[in-house]
């Protein structure tokens, strides 16, 4: 049976959620609850104040632990505080200037208790909430890139690892076996695609956010040694320049072989697999 959650969160906390690849954390004293998230748990996403309301719903998508830092506080504390992460689809938001305007309230909500489990007569009854007519025509799919990155002021891309994650669902639409961290001989390559469970990577890829670019180029050269893959390099303006210059210096070998994808354009492609893949099961192709 399908689950209802109230995820509660300050507007703040929302921007970088949706700014980090629709990514929400638990502490560990909330184990009980995450042990109990189920693929396909229908959320519904709780602004604090000054909204005090429900803008927006979607579905869990998947659950993960996390040992690296992700948001500010944990940034700035080098501290991991939210290790229980899921990930999650958005069916519908609201844009951040209508929060206020056409948010969900209801007397039943307790809030202040944080992240809940609902009774499923609550839940539904918040389902028929955010199909009521008047929202259709503000509510979008996804909160987009360019709406969080001017009420943030500092939002500019997906973190690493919500990079990762793009790629692999990227190419597991494309029915290849996705992974992240591969291990070879030199290292671990961040996100790799293969065909087969027994082939080498046919696609490799190294993200680039603020890493090392000439460590980058290093294991894609070694990956074209190895297996021939094709060699993607995700990284800002700044560091492909600089990988341009290695490329026509120390590892002119494969200059030609290494194609470079902008840190935004991964969850534009995403989005567009995506809606092409769910397009294509709503009519059954």
């Avoid at 689950?3 to 954390?25: D, E, M, R, T, Y």
């Avoid at 429900?54 to 944990?74: A, M, W």
């Avoid at 590892?251 to 893949?277: P, T």
Wanted: one cysteine or more; charged letters at 25%.
């Amino acid at each position: 049976m399908i689950k209802h959650w109230l995820v509660v969160g300050s507007p703040q906390n929302w921007q970088i959620a949706f700014g980090n690849g629709n990514i929400w954390g638990l502490k560990q004293t909330q184990r009980h609850l995450w042990e109990n998230l189920s693929e396909g748990d229908k959320l519904f996403f709780y602004v604090t104040s000054p909204v005090s309301g429900i803008v927006g719903s979607g579905t869990l998508r998947t659950k993960f632990k996390q040992d690296k830092p992700l948001y500010p506080r944990e940034t700035k504390e080098g501290q991991v505080i939210w290790p229980l992460r899921f990930e999650f689809d958005v069916q519908e938001c609201l844009p951040r200037d209508k929060w206020q305007a056409f948010k969900i309230v209801s007397n039943e909500l307790f809030p202040r208790a944080g992240f809940q489990l609902l009774g499923q007569d609550l839940g539904q009854q918040l389902v028929l909430k955010l199909e009521q007519p008047g929202r259709g025509e503000y509510a979008m799919k996804t909160p987009p890139t360019e709406e969080i990155a001017e009420t943030t002021g500092t939002y500019t891309t997906l973190s690493h690892d919500a990079l990762k994650q793009r790629l692999i669902e990227i190419g597991r639409l494309q029915n290849y076996l996705a992974e992240e961290e591969y291990t070879f001989d030199v290292g671990r390559l961040d996100v790799v695609w293969r065909r087969v469970e027994r082939s080498v990577p046919t696609y490799v890829f190294e993200v680039q956010v603020g890493g090392d670019v000439y460590h980058a180029l290093a294991k894609l050269k070694h990956a074209f040694d190895l297996w021939n893959s094709h060699l993607f390099l995700v990284a800002s303006q700044a560091d492909s320049n600089k990988a341009r210059n290695l490329l026509s210096g120390t590892f002119h070998e494969i200059n030609d072989r290494v194609k470079f994808l902008e840190l935004e354009k991964v969850e534009e492609l995403y989005r567009r697999k995506k809606a092409y893949s769910d397009l294509e099961k709503e009519l059954g192709i």
